[in-house]
């Protein structure tokens, strides 16, 4: 039976078109971030950091499948393109509205653009508000928004990777599958949390973004960022994986990845109870 064979891809074919869509999109935000790094684009006035990093996202990953899909038989709030995209963005805004912070008191991270006058983060959550600036932790907008690409290249490609070692374990018995099910998750949550430090992390962008101590945040950070993860690879997983569910709405969107922030948040905040900070 087709359905009990291993796949990287959706049953669904509405999902495995957008997931094959946007494996296209890597390459394209490899070639992007490098582009704009060599050039030293990063630190730029308030217009331009905030058209440059929506540039990064939304001509490949909203308009182009919108174009695309114009045909497809599926209305466009239903689209899964488009509900993962409105999951990514929503989850995007909380964790770096909220989260960022846990990475400037716990992680060591550092923004520096000295270009950019307009900053968006929590009043409450994490450093003093009265010397943050100075210290060089607040949050510019354009971080927002660049991190959607980010993130939609995380779990695109986790999403199928996951799908992959789910499908070939169908023969197991229970307690296997619930097993291979944690370490894969567990292991493409660390893999991209580690990957987008060592990677993003470059002699371009280091007078931009740093970590105080990058080989501590390679080492721990990596785990402590990985919580994120655990929690939005598996919850995404889920959204409209078979014909037989019930199509998710762009609600329940909002509200699966309300809670996915949250839940990550409580991780975060209990690492820091439990273990203190990383720098």
């Known amino acids: 039976m087709i359905g009990t064979q291993p796949r990287w891809f959706s049953s669904n074919p509405d999902k495995a078109w957008a997931e094959k869509f946007f494996l296209t999109f890597v390459p394209v935000f490899f070639v992007y971030n ?14 331009w950091h905030v058209t440059q990093n929506l540039l990064m996202w939304v001509p490949y990953c909203v308009l182009l499948p919108a174009w695309l899909r114009r045909h497809s038989g599926v209305p466009w709030a239903q689209s899964y393109w488009f509900k993962f995209n409105v999951y990514m963005f929503w989850f995007v805004f909380l964790v770096t509205y909220f989260h960022t912070e846990y990475f400037f008191d716990v992680l060591g991270i550092r923004y520096r653009f000295d270009e950019v006058t307009i900053y968006f983060d929590s009043a409450l959550v994490g450093p003093d508000e009265a010397t943050a600036a100075a210290e060089f932790k607040k949050i510019p907008p ?12 995380y779990h695109t490609m986790a999403i199928v990777c996951m799908r992959r070692v789910r499908t070939m374990t169908l023969a197991w018995g229970l307690g296997a599958r619930r097993l291979a099910w944690v370490v894969i998750v567990a292991l493409t949550a660390l893999f991209f949390a580690w990957a987008e430090t060592r990677l993003y992390i470059t002699q371009s962008a280091s007078r931009n973004v740093w970590y105080v101590d990058l080989p501590a945040m390679l080492r721990w950070g990596s785990v402590f960022y990985s919580m994120y993860f655990v929690v939005s690879f598996p919850n995404l997983y889920r959204m409209d994986e078979t014909l037989s569910e019930v199509r998710w709405t762009i609600g329940r969107c909002l509200i ?8 990550s948040m409580l991780l ?12």
């Open 34 to 47: 490098g582009v704009v790094q060599s050039m030293g684009w990063l630190d730029v006035g308030n217009f």
């Open 142 to 153: 354009g971080m927002y928004l660049n991190a959607v690409a980010f993130f939609v290249v």
């Open 256 to 263: 699966e990845s309300s809670a996915t922030a949250m839940i």
């Open 268 to 279: 975060l905040d209990l690492w820091v109870v439990f273990f203190g900070t990383i720098v």
